[in-house]
């Protein structure tokens, strides 16, 4: 019985190496950390970009057609990374509720910041009408841009803490200088 208990381990152990060393396994597979990882970051750039590029518009077409167009774009990307973020649920870490609920806190905060895009635009009759309006929907960019670098701060301790979430950051391409440190 001995020998038989010994063989068994020895063939458990040379499996659990062969896994190890990726042999038999599918090297594509992402883990579902690795996944929710990849989720937020890709939220995140496509946020940011979008806001450059609705800047960009803004600039070359200052008129109230062009602020009307670009605070509806801003508003659209913001629901979406919104959207997204609620989706994302926790990550399967240490600390992924403390991450969920920043990022549901995230995701809160800019629920607001949407509505007063919203309604900075809207009814904008004159130029002064639509300086303010400007001025307000360039604000309230900056504050979801500091607020989202605030939660990424947050999750990169987070990260700092938990070895699972660091991985996980650090195997989704898409954070790739996304969360602060990584």
């Known amino acids: 019985m001995n020998g038989r208990v010994r063989a068994l381990g020895a063939t458990l152990l040379a499996g659990a190496v062969l896994a190890a060393a990726g ?3 599918d090297d594509n597979q992402v883990s579902a950390s690795t996944q929710w990882a990849g989720d937020l970051c890709t939220a995140v750039n496509t946020w940011r970009n979008s806001i450059a590029t609705t800047a960009s518009t803004l600039t070359s077409n200052p008129t109230r057609d062009g602020l009307e167009q670009a605070a509806a774009d801003a508003e659209a990307t913001t ?70 670098s605030s939660t990424l701060d947050e999750l990169g301790a987070l990260r700092d803490s938990d070895d699972e979430l660091k991985q996980a950051f650090s195997d989704a391409d898409s954070c790739d200088g996304v969360i602060p440190g990584s």
């Open 23 to 25: 042999c038999g396994g």
């Open 79 to 148: 629901r979406t990374m919104i959207d997204t973020v609620k989706g994302l649920g926790a990550p399967d870490t240490t600390s992924g509720d403390e991450a969920k609920a920043a990022v549901d806190s995230l995701a809160t905060s800019l629920q607001s910041d949407v509505e007063t895009i919203k309604g900075a635009v809207e009814g904008v009759s004159d130029v002064q009408g639509l300086l303010a309006a400007a001025s307000t929907v360039s604000s309230t960019v900056a504050n979801i841009s500091t607020q989202l």
